[in-house]
């Protein structure tokens, strides 16, 4: 899983042979795992093989210790 993350990170893309050529035989499992995970990917083919191509990552969930401004509100509104 890790694996196919990297790569679609860094290439955009995935095929089922890069994934077989690295011993990676469930790519369709591992898809649906990332989509479940937030992943856009679309599956098509092309040229004899098929690639999964990212189309967008999950957006991660916002901090709540790093929003400073509703902390800061609370703070505030004490002194009020």
Known sequence: LQIVKEILTQYGAVTRNQCLNL???RLSAIALTLKNE??????????????????????PPPNPRLD????????????D
């Open 23 to 25: 011993r990676i035989t």
């Open 68 to 79: 400073v401004s509703k902390q800061m509100e609370k703070l505030l509104a004490v002194y």
């Open 38 to 59: 937030g992943y856009d990917l679309k599956g098509d083919w092309k040229g004899g093989d098929y690639v999964y191509t990212l189309l967008s990552k999950p957006v």
